[in-house]
């Protein structure tokens, strides 16, 4: 910084120093002010109106039994129903449920996340310079919508290059065995039947059933209308069910998972931590409901996403895991710290906003992007009037639901 000042006169000569000298100490002074850890006294005096430690303590208990067991049943419904019918991930129903739960995630970014980042970071106590004369909540949350975009997008190309070389491994072990059996006499080469993309004299450029179910594929789309979704029967005498022509991109609904969590995971512990520190019975009441209510439905699109993503057991219990306890260890750590930490502090009002920012970014990316538009812009939405009217009735429904809570909560 002192370089800069010495250099600035220089370059652009008159009183330009100066005036760079003077604000940017100015601006040093308030971020030092921001980061201070005393509680302001207007807030002080806000919260001292509705106080009782002891029922307070109570109420945080039965949030963090409320919560944990919503987050639980939320989380597991599409992980455990993935063998019912019903509650499969490519039933009707399920795509309707899903419609709901990404409308309590949009109004959870917009309605309460990016409000109270922009009400923390705009508050009293901070100092209007720089915090009141830049957006940084609306700023930050783009920011973090953006960074999202391009975890999502370096993510996906991870994920494909590696299904791809396990299907490239596969084929060629495949390949391998077909060649060892035709040499033993298993399967002799004259009486096998050729499959599509082989040449005349034995060598392959797709092998196996990929080849096959690609010439079918892009036979019958041609055939039949986009919308056809039955049993056909081949010349093969295979029957092959098609559904809407979209193949299923394990890779996409991997990232999709993981993103997702990150974003919801990331509120919960501010929530849950803004829930422990509290003192107020009056502010902890109504958000056991609030929360309860949108941990469940959030649970319901994250345990959607996991099982879409067939990912191995282990792994999708670690992350229902993870999610369910996430804002309840938050709540614990309020509790743990709520004797010394000061929520209405220049500091906790900094750090909060700014992490209110980014999970609201987030959350709104992976609410528009991955959740509505994956499904509200698909074949298998386009082509049946009945789930567009339910699946919007339930998003529009699901919206308005989760931005009434922000009267009480």
């Known amino acids: 910084m002192l370089f800069l000042e010495d250099l600035l006169p220089v370059v652009w000569g008159g009183g330009f120093g100066d005036i760079i000298r003077v604000y940017s100490g100015s601006f040093v002074q308030n971020i030092s002010h921001s980061m201070s850890s005393v509680a302001c006294d207007a807030q002080r005096e806000e919260d001292d109106g509705c106080r009782d430690d002891q029922y307070a303590l109570t109420l945080k208990l039965i949030a ?22 019903f509650l499969r991930t490519d039933s009707n129903l399920f795509v309707a449920a899903k419609a709901f739960a990404a409308g309590v995630i949009l109004a959870t970014g917009f309605v309460h996340m990016l409000p109270d980042a922009t009400e923390a970071l705009t508050d009293a106590c901070l100092p209007k310079n720089p915090w009141s004369k830049f957006p940084f909540s609306g700023f930050i949350a ?45 399967v002799p080469i004259e009486t096998r039947a050729k499959v599509f993309g082989e040449e005349e004299g034995g060598a392959m450029h797709i092998v196996g059933m990929h ?27 295979h029957s092959h069910l098609h559904s809407f022509g979209f193949e299923d991109n394990t890779a996409r609904h991997i990232v999709v998972s993981q993103v997702l969590e990150l974003g919801i995971v990331s509120h919960s512990v501010i929530i849950g931590l803004s829930l422990g520190v509290s003192h107020s019975p009056c502010t902890i009441r109504p958000l056991i409901g609030a929360l309860s209510f949108h941990q469940f439905f959030e649970g319901f699109a994250l345990g959607g996403c996991i099982s879409e993503a067939k990912l191995r057991s282990l792994q999708s219990t670690l992350m229902a895991c993870f999610f369910a306890i996430t804002t309840p260890i938050g709540i614990g750590i309020g509790i743990g710290i709520s004797s ?70």
């Not at 209405?344 to 509505?372: C, F, H």
């Not at 529009?396 to 809570?405: Q, R, T, V």
Request: proline share 1%; with cysteine.
């Open 211 to 237: 080849a096959h179910a690609a010439h079918h594929r892009h036979s019958h789309s041609r055939e039949h209308g986009s919308c056809d979704g039955h049993r056909v029967e081949d010349q093969h005498g």
């Open 64 to 85: 963090i039994a409320a919560i944990l067991v919503m987050g639980v049943c939320g989380v597991a419904i599409p992980l455990v129903g993935k063998k019912r019918r």
């Open 142 to 186: 783009m920011m973090a919508a953006l960074g999202t975009l391009l975890a999502d997008f370096v993510g996906t190309q991870y994920y494909e290059r590696k299904q791809r070389k396990q299907e490239e491994e596969s084929q060629i072990a495949k390949a391998d065995s077909s060649e060892v059996g035709s040499e033993s006499g298993i």
């Open 340 to 409: 010394f930490y000061n929520a209405s502090s220049p500091r906790a009002l900094v750090i909060e906003g700014i992490l209110d920012a980014i999970s609201a970014g987030i959350l709104v990316y992976m609410a528009l992007v991955d959740l509505i538009a994956a499904d509200f812009l698909s074949k298998r939405m386009s082509c049946n009037t009945r789930l567009q009217f339910v699946s919007y009735f339930l998003l529009f429904l699901g919206a308005a639901l989760m931005s009434l809570l922000a009267l009480w909560a």
